[in-house]
């Protein structure tokens, strides 16, 4: 994965001064963590505004603050309700050595032969998954292919996902991620009714690690 850098410095101003950075160009921002004390920067909203279209929640990114680089998340971003432009970000620091627990996006991808074939509806139940891991293994995205969904009735479940190395998914394994069903709202129901009814018992090995190094 590409490391991603976001140059920035630290700020003084704060309440309502802030709005003289943004008038200049500058996004303020905030740094916090378990092994951190609160940093207030600043970075350059039009660079930071292109770098963000391209991440996604799981994103690790390095900020560089003078000199001293953190490993961090994206906790919070707030934006101008007209213009949509950040206003605000929040990023969460990291102990690389710390394994850590938070969302990871589903991307679904493929051609499902229930859907050409028989008009099926694919029904999403779930759009991420809760993952334990090194933050240097956090994934940006877990793919899911939806080509096995050939016939209406099928669905793929936590447990048939690969998921990428070192990678531990929380959801149960049994839970069903995507279904393929008949158009009616009923059948639907139905549908997934039937499929969970028909799940064999799955155990899934939780982490072992109580304390959560990062909150969702």
Known sequence: ????????????????????????GLLPAVIYGRHVEPVAISLEAHATGLVFAKLTSSTLVT????????AALVREKQRDFIKGNL??????ALDL????????????TGV???????????????????????P?????RITVDISSLKEIGNNIRVSDIPLPENVVVLDEGDDIVIIATLAKEEAVEEA?????????????????????????
């Open 1 to 24: 994965m590409e490391k991603i850098v976001l140059k920035a410095t630290k700020r003084d101003v704060t309440g309502k001064q802030v709005k003289a950075l943004r008038r200049a």
């Open 63 to 70: 900020i560089d603050v003078e000199g001293t680089e953190y």
């Open 87 to 92: 206003t605000h970000i929040d990023f969460l």
């Open 97 to 108: 050595t710390e394994t850590i627990r938070t969302k990871v996006r589903l991307t679904f």
């Open 112 to 134: 499902s032969s229930a859907v050409k074939d028989y008009s099926a509806v694919l029904v999403h139940r779930m759009e991420a998954f809760e993952v334990e891991c090194l």
């Open 136 to 140: 240097s293994y956090l994934p940006e």
């Open 192 to 216: 997934v009714a039937g499929a969970e009814a028909a799940a064999p018992g799955i155990s899934v090995e939780r982490g072992k690690k109580e304390e959560e190094a990062a909150k969702k």
